[in-house]
């Protein structure tokens, strides 16, 4: 799967690798920061949009890492710490419930070591010596959504989820329709009022039977269980709840009139007397080794399970003990989680496959021996780019140890070097696009100056796997902006295969003249549809040349840039003539001057070079060519009264379009800017204008109606 990463800077790659115990206090500052962030938009994936980016075995490092420098340095933790936060503020669309006691979460361990750390910090906080014997309940930890329920007169009357620990949502409608939530208690001794907690999840066979539902469906499929849980959990309509298999688990509560017990395990029994589901692996345990035994155990069986369970949470038994302990930020002192490991699979690696994008990008994909791992099967893995396979050092044939953590996105670590067969062959990166037979090129990043780890198909126009991406960039409004043809239209004459590349669109109307089947027949046409759409087509003939050049959707040519090329070229013939030149030769006059255009660097530069050296896109060009006439921009107005002034269009324009608006002021000799500063000339405001007007105002700029303004350009 392609992850969208956030951009960081070479030096903030650079420190989120430095040893914490490395950190200035100034790279301490920034590094929270960073995590602060970062943390923070995984858990709106994760907890908001139920769409992780990273596993959680990578999340949890994120966060040791931030609990390691806040250590370190005590002095600087922030306000919005992400120590001090659990999940992510609730999602609109659900009422709010704001959480009677708090739905907390609870601190983790990687290791036996830890489990011992944190019963010897309970004896500490309480004053007791190693023999006093201490009882912990021992359960899975089940990879769910937390759920508060609320009871009154032993009727449920709500639901709702942790959201960021404080405030939930209400999603009382949808738990009311899950079988395994009572709705309605009538034990005599149900407190009142009455929170119970715990997890709502799905089960492997639910899950592979709804996504195949799914499927079937054209819907949504769903990354895993928990994902499909959250999802099925949070629809605005009830009656799509009822209608997937949720189920529950009950592991705590909130507030409460009084408790059925002292302890954990005895509020547990009141549970199942009660009617809610307990976990069937949970355990009253009464020593160290006999908790880590069961870890163990479960660990074990975990695969075999039908549901998701991350790890064991241990909670102290006694209520009063776990009452003087309390909490220390987010987390009880009484309980911790013990996290399994991410669970590893050995097998082979059959070949690597490149997939192109639909932006071009070429993605090599590991074909694997199918292995399962944590209880799904693996064929595929993502190796993200060339650079991650020599990172990796990975041969076809090798046999490699691939990882699956607490999620589905399967990773490769490496290869297993003593197992490593004479006949494995290293693979070599194409360097030509695998659909389409362009080149393929690594572009040097602007901002680094090195080389990025991307390798992207420079035929464009002509790569199919790019296709149908190129042809709605190429009609798009600042582009060729043929009206009736939009993003949907144009995918429908794709699939039709009436318009494959650019070129096919102007020639639509002779085609059709010829075609046994004519469009006005087809459905959704008719005669006058028909021909308008021909109509608006042969207008767009004689766009503009920053348009026709903008439209080619080369690589870093934004409408900007297309404009400083079609001013500095003229002609179309002119353009692409010292194009083909550049193309040609790097070292040439025609790629110097191309170079020097002020505003294109050697980025820029190098992306239209390498567009033009594919033969097949300049056939396209010339194709195109044929039947469009780009005109020259008119040579900016230096007499206009609006020359070199500063303009900023807001609200709605009724006489023309903003785009149209902006392109004829710039001809005009006037810069158009986004947002309005005391340098601002003109703001020109229509209907519904809003904070531009209103900083125009406060910044005493000129303000006029779309009259006034054209009255003002003549
Ligand atoms: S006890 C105050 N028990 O894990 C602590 N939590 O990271 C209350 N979870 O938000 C939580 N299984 O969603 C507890 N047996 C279990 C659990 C469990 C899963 C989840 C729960 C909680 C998160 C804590």
Redesign the pocket.
Known sequence: MAKKQDKKTDKEVERAEEPVADLTEADAIEELARLAAEIARHDALYYRKDDPEISDADYDRLRQRNDAIEARFPTLIRDDSPANR??AAPADGFGKVTHAVP??????VFDDDGVHEFVDRIRRFLGLDAETPLAFTT????????IGLRYEGGRLVQAAT?GDGYVGENVTANVLTIGDVPNHVKARDFPDPFEV???IYMSHSAFAGLNAEQERAGAKVFANPRNAAAGSLRQLDASVTASRPLQF?A??WGEAANLPADTQWGVYEAFARWGFPL?PL?KLTTALDEMLRTYREIEEGRAALDYD??GI?Y?LDRLDLQERLG?VSR??RW?V?HKFPAEKASTILRDIEIQVGRTGALTPVAKLEPVTVGGVVVQNATLHNEDEIARKGLRIGDTVILQRAGDVIPQILGPVLDRRAKSAKPYVFPTVCPVCGSHAVREINPNTGKEDAVSRCTGGLICPAQRVERLKHFVSRNAFDIEGIGEKSIQTFYDEGLIQSPPDIFTLAARDADAEEKLSEREGWGETSAQKLFDAIAARRNVTLDRFIYSLGIRHVGEITARLLARNYGTAAHFVEAMREAAKDREGAAYSELENIDGIGPTVAAAIADFFGEPHNVAVVDELLKDVSPQALEAVDNASPVSGKAVVFTGTLEQMTRAEAKAQAERLGAKVAGSVSKKTDYVVAGPGAGSKLKNAKDLGVEVLTEDEWLKLVG
Do not use: C, H, T, W
């Not at 739905?103 to 983790?108: C, P, R």
């Not at 359960?139 to 937390?146: A, Q, W």
């Open positions: 659990v999940g739905m907390l979460s609870l601190g983790n359960e899975p930890k089940i990879d769910g959504l937390s942790r907690r715990g997890e688990f592991y705590a976990n949970a369970i991350d949470v909670k909490f987390s009880p309980a989680a």
